[in-house]
């Protein structure tokens, strides 16, 4: 009986070691994608100017469209938010459903910096057309992909979530999915204010 304790306990002790290694882990790669997106706003900031006789942000951001796009991002943020709470009590249903419109409201908000996108290069100003679009491009398109990637890792939570319930191990992924995502929001309010509120002013 005693050899059956101390082997679960041992066992418990190497899962939480494994699971802190995991976190430490997730942790370091947020480092360094703080490194990546503080190089890209670098390189914005300083080619911003360059437009080469072309359009400035002035003459081509939509700021209503940009508005909304950051009204669907911060409220995904929210839900995202309330997935997890409701994860941490055992709501499986109210959990599904904020994951759910967590999903909806980043994929509403891709969809429009995809067709943001779209027009802009349909009016001619694609990332070749001078330095300031190409940091533009690749700055915004970077946050666009992580967004990407999150959609993907939600649509996997929620499949998890649905065929295995809590276990230790969602909730440290569901966790660690909520990090990613409210870092992505940080990031586009950096981007809101970096490259659209001062391209316009």
Request: hydrophobic residues 55%; neutral net charge.
């Amino acid at each position: 009986m005693s050899e059956l304790v101390m082997s679960n306990q041992a066992e418990k002790s190497m899962n939480n070691e494994q699971n802190l290694t995991k976190s430490l882990g997730f942790w370091i790669y947020l480092m360094t994608d703080c490194v990546l997106f503080a190089s890209l706003f670098a390189t914005y900031v300083i080619l911003r100017g360059s437009t080469y006789g072309g359009p400035s942000g002035h003459d081509v951001f939509n700021m209503p469209a940009v508005f909304v796009e950051t009204i669907l991002l911060l409220t995904s943020s929210f839900t995202c938010g309330l997935a997890v709470v409701m994860a941490k009590i055992n709501y499986k249903q109210a959990a599904l459903v904020f994951l759910t419109l967590t999903f909806v409201f980043g994929a509403g908000f891709l969809t429009m910096e995809l067709s943001e996108f779209s027009n802009l290069v349909a009016a001619g100003h694609s990332w070749q057309a001078s330095a300031f679009l190409s940091a533009f491009f690749t700055l915004v398109g970077t946050h666009g992909l992580h967004i990407s990637v999150g959609l993907l890792w939600i649509a996997v939570m929620i499949f998890q979530v649905m065929k295995r319930g809590f276990t230790d191990g969602v909730l440290r992924r569901l966790t660690l999915f909520a990090l990613f995502w409210h870092f992505l929001d940080i990031i586009w309010i950096f981007i809101f204010t970096i490259v659209y509120l001062m391209g316009v002013a």
